[in-house]
Each structure stands twice: as C-alpha cells, then as structure tokens.
C-alpha cells in the first residue's frame, strides 16, 4: 500500500498529476484506517553526529511565496551536498509534523544500525519487506519491520546515534503518527546519502547500509511520481508521505531525498500538514521544493 514517493514529475502535466491524485485517493481514504489500525514493523560503534543547526533564510519573497491559504502549514529544509556546509537553509518555522510515511526510511534505517550492532546482514525477509516499504511504501511490511525494531523506543535509541533530536516515534503502532521536523529530515538525509560517510558525519551507518537505502529511494515506484522531485533533474532518490487525520479530515503531506540540479546535489525536506485534499498537499510541497531549491541555489 503506498503512501509516498518520486520520479520526474515535472516532466508531467498538472492535468495528468490531477487524474492519477485523484483515482489514488480512493484507495488511500481505504487504507487511511489501516495505517492507524495496525503498526509499522546492528550496529557499529556509536559515534557521535553533531548537530545541525538550521539558519534561516531571510528571503521575504520566497517565504511569502510559498504561504499555504487557509489552515494548511508548510516548513522546507535545503542542504547543499557540494559545500562545506552542514547547515540547512530554512524555509518556514521548523515545527514540529506528522512523518506519514517518510517515517519508512527511519525504520529502515534503524533496522540496518540494529543488523550492524549484531554483526549481521538483512535476513532474506527483512529485505523482502523493506524493498516494498521503501519502493512501494507498503504499510504491511512497514508493521511488521515496527515491530522487529521495539517500534518508538528503538527508533528512537538509534535517531539519537543519527543525530536526530526532536524526533518522537508515534504511540504503539501509530508509526504514522511519529512526530518529527524538517531540521531532523535533513540530519538522517545526511546519514544516509553525505559522499563522505562517517568521516564527516560520522553517520553510524555504513557504507552498504547507506548504499542499500539510496537504491531503494531512487527506485520508488513510477506511480509515486511527485514531491520533492518536481525540484529536481533525471536524478533523484526520495521517500513521500501522506495521510489523512481522521479528527480534522485535513491532509498531511510529506516529501524528502536527494536531488540533482544542475550538476548539483542538494538534500530536500517538505513537510506539510492541514490540507484540504491529498492534490492540495501535493501542490503546496512541489511548490514549497521548487522555490527553496532555487533560493538556496542563489546564495
């Protein structure tokens, strides 16, 4: 069951991004309750990874730019992976959202720290459920991997070695529901995809680990198509997120990765909340990625 994802959208028309949101929608509302219903699913040593601390850009077009209307809210986080560095251009306030299931790529994540701490590689099951919850952001295989990692509490022991620091796993099986911010976005991003590795993040995940992830996010499914990629180039490696809140019935709408533009590789974070509908979502975080991607590029 999907719930996020990429390729290059903006290659596609709006009217065709329309039809497809919206013959999506219908399973989506479907699988809304399953998400909430059921749950989601080694390590080297610990090394330390500094923190980010995300400056602001003072750019009053580009934030006014990318105002949401009505209760929507929108926060995007940029980072240049061909600089020194390691501080976020922020878009937004850098509040606190819902991962919807972004949260996938921190599972995955988790359980690859958790197979590295006991010296081991993936089993053959954990990777035939961790493929479809990256690629197809399937939310059964995302249950059971939930599971397999001590749900919040083991999320949450590895965020601390990825150097994530306001990132709250959801309550029991809610991993929907974990509670996270476009600076923490970044931070894992960096661990996952920084050229260098641990010498300069000192990311605790290795080389194969890292590398198993960006295949994953750079081969989402075609019908995931959108987010943070209509920023991008060809090239782009991402993982989207969307639900919808049975207490409001707004949207929240996510999208982070890796783009290329230009020759030049940037680490993108949109993380949304209070749409009206899964299309509005959409459109307010391609349009928040768009323009933040190109204000940092000009600083």
Not at 19 to 40: E, K, N, P, Y
Not at 61 to 72: D, I, T
Not at 113 to 127: I, M, S
């Amino acid at each position: 069951m999907p719930c996020s994802h990429s390729i290059t959208y903006s290659k596609t028309s709006a009217r065709r991004r329309e039809s497809r949101v919206g013959a999506c929608t219908g399973v989506l509302l479907a699988s809304v309750t399953t998400l909430f219903s059921l749950g989601a699913p080694h390590t080297a040593p610990a090394v330390a990874v500094p923190a980010l601390p995300a400056h602001t850009q003072v750019t009053a077009g580009v934030n006014a730019a990318m105002q949401p209307q009505s209760k929507a809210r929108v926060t995007a986080a940029v980072l240049s992976l061909d600089g020194g560095s390691r501080k976020p251009s922020l878009y937004g306030q850098d509040a606190l959202y819902d991962t919807a299931s972004i949260i996938k790529v921190d599972i995955l994540a988790t359980l690859l720290l958790q197979a590295q701490d006991a010296g081991r590689h993936l089993t053959p099951h954990e990777r035939a459920l961790a493929e479809p919850m990256i690629r197809n952001s399937d939310n059964a295989a995302a249950n059971l991997l939930w599971r397999e990692i001590g749900q919040a509490p083991g999320l949450e022991a590895a965020n601390k070695r990825l150097g994530l620091t306001s990132t709250k796993g959801g309550h029991g099986r809610k991993w929907g529901l974990t509670r996270t911010t476009a600076s923490d976005q970044i931070r894992l991003l960096l661990s996952v995809f920084d050229g260098a590795a641990t010498s300069k993040t000192g990311s605790p995940l290795n080389k194969e680990s890292r590398t198993y992830i960006q295949i994953l996010m750079s081969r989402i499914a075609s019908d995931q198509a959108w987010g943070i990629s209509t920023a991008s180039g060809a090239e782009y490696a991402l993982k989207n997120g969307w639900l919808q809140r049975t207490t409001s019935g707004l949207w929240d709408v996510n999208s982070v990765g890796r783009i290329t533009v230009d020759g030049h590789h940037y680490l993108v974070t949109v993380l949304s909340d209070g749409s009206a509908s899964m299309s509005d979502g959409i459109s307010l975080v391609e349009r928040a990625a768009r323009q933040a991607v190109t204000a940092t590029a000009r600083t």
